[in-house]
């Protein structure tokens, strides 16, 4: 995959987030470290559970998003995704840097656990020596579906394939 480099940044928000300050900045963030905006959810009492945890909501630039190599491709469904990015993360060196909770903070919408959920937890834990250098950005396949330009943002619609697992919905 070859990302569009007029891209200053990304925010990968998790759907089921739902801001309650209206001041928490969704810009791009000037520094090199990724920025976990959704440190202080409601469900853990607007407390990280664990230091490494980047799920929610993030925004990274582009040029450290190449320089991690992007999402894992073997995740599906929820879950166990960003624990695997916060790895790559790690194993380039790099920190992240979160706001203030007393701006930064989240409700989540409930949802089922699901069979999957699983499946990507444990393929965390099989991940551990993080192969982010062999896949990634640099082997992801995909078909452009739509990209619609809006006021502040671009969303793109793509089509990554057929899950390769069984009970992916």
């Not at 300050?21 to 409601?42: K, T, V, W």
């Not at 582009?62 to 599906?76: A, D, E, P, Q, R």
């Not at 619609?148 to 057929?162: A, C, F, P, S």
Request: charged content about 25%; hydrophobic content about 35%.
């Amino acid at each position: 995959m070859k990302l569009n480099r007029s891209f200053d940044c990304f925010i990968f928000h998790d759907v089921d987030l739902v801001p309650e300050d209206d001041r928490i900045p969704y810009n791009c963030q000037q520094d090199d470290f990724p920025f976990h905006m959704s440190a202080g959810l409601e469900k853990w009492n607007y407390t990280l559970p664990y230091f490494k945890l980047i799920g929610g909501v993030l925004n990274v630039q582009t040029k450290v998003f190449i320089k991690i190599n992007g999402y894992s491709n073997n995740f599906w469904g929820w879950g166990g995704e960003d624990d695997d990015l916060s790895a790559r993360i790690f194993k380039k060196n790099l920190n992240i840097s979160r706001p203030d909770t007393e701006i930064s903070r989240y409700a989540a919408i409930p949802h089922k656990w699901r069979a999957w959920h699983q499946r990507n937890y444990n393929l965390v834990y099989k991940t551990k020596q993080n192969n982010s250098d062999k896949e990634g950005l640099n082997n992801v396949k995909y078909k452009l579906v739509r990209q619609e330009h809006k006021q502040l943002y671009i969303h793109l619609l793509v089509n990554v394939g057929k899950c390769p697992y069984r009970n992916c919905s």
